[in-house]
């Protein structure tokens, strides 16, 4: 299949809107796993995949109910067993009854539509980087997961950590990158709701086996990274490249994801610009 796997996957759900399909079909048509599809899509759209199909089946059962068609009509077009079901999960995302779609008009919430728009052949800057096993020494915390804006739980994690907790990452911080980095994983298994949490950890890589001041201590496997360098206004432009790397980079490569982990560090300058770079773990294709 031609195209990149998001504009395949949303292909997909647009071709199959009244048969509701799920994360796992709309992944395997895409050619990828449900894991790299959820985190792509919450990067370029700011929802998962499961939501992201609710609302655009919504939101293609408000076009028709504009153009005429009747509330029954519409319910069973889209696989509600009721109107009454129908009705309740519509008023719930646009706070409006089906049945008062024709009077509201252009006043209706706006259809959803996502466009992605890859542009071919622009390889994005990165080196890959072999790394033996380490370990992340730092301050880590189990944090909601929200997905647009600050998160005020990773933000009061950043402010908890001590002048001394400081320097003892400074002592231990030893191998590449060698940086103060965020690394998030291991989110609940409602993940693909956005609910629930994942851990958090704000530290310094190290080959140290033990680490003082309460800070933890995680394991990180030998891995392949993949490192995107960035350097613009923040953190827009390590948002931009973030999403680049789901949205472009691995529709071009011959490299997927190797587990849900990523590390980020982002020197901020005075003027609000910052270099950063992205640490993204690969495998080659089989």
């Known amino acids: 299949m031609s195209g990149s796997y998001l504009e395949r996957a949303l292909d997909y759900i647009e071709r199959h809107l009244t048969e509701a399909p799920t994360t796992e079909e ?32 919504l939101s293609a059962a408000a076009s028709d109910l504009m153009a005429g068609a009747s509330v029954t009509e519409v319910a069973f077009r889209y696989g509600y067993g009721s109107v009454e079901g129908f009705s309740r999960a519509f008023r719930s995302w646009c706070g409006t009854l089906p049945s008062d779609v024709a009077r509201l008009g252009s006043h209706m919430r706006s259809p959803l539509h996502i466009a992605i728009d890859v542009k071919g052949g622009h390889l994005m800057e990165y080196r890959i980087v072999e790394k033996g096993e ?19 739980a990773i933000a009061e994690l950043a402010r908890s950590i001590t002048e001394v907790q400081r320097a003892e990452m400074h002592r231990l911080m030893d191998t590449e990158p060698r940086r103060v980095v965020n690394a998030s994983w291991n989110p609940d298994t409602n993940f693909q709701e956005e609910a629930g949490e994942l851990t958090h950890l ?7 086996r ?56 982002s020197d901020v300058r005075d003027d609000g610009t910052a270099y950063s ?6 495998r080659r294709k089989a």
Do not use: K
Request: proline residues 8%; negative net charge.
């Open 202 to 208: 704000i530290g310094v890589p190290t080959t140290a």
């Open 134 to 152: 380490f370990r992340l020494a730092g301050v880590a915390a189990r944090v909601p997961m929200q997905f647009e804006g600050e998160n005020p």
């Open 26 to 57: 709309v992944a395997r048509a895409a050619g990828v796993t449900e894991e790299q599809l959820r985190t792509a899509l919450l990067l370029i759209a700011g929802m998962t995949p499961s939501r992201y199909i609710r609302e655009r089946r």
């Open 210 to 265: 033990a680490a003082r001041e309460g800070l933890a201590l995680v394991e990180v496997p030998a891995l392949t990274w993949a490192v995107f360098p960035n350097d613009g206004p923040h953190p827009e432009t390590m948002q931009q490249t973030t999403a680049r790397i789901y949205a472009e980079w691995l529709a071009e490569v011959p490299y997927e994801l190797d587990g849900f982990r990523m590390l980020s560090f």
């Open 277 to 282: 770079e992205i640490w993204v773990p690969v």
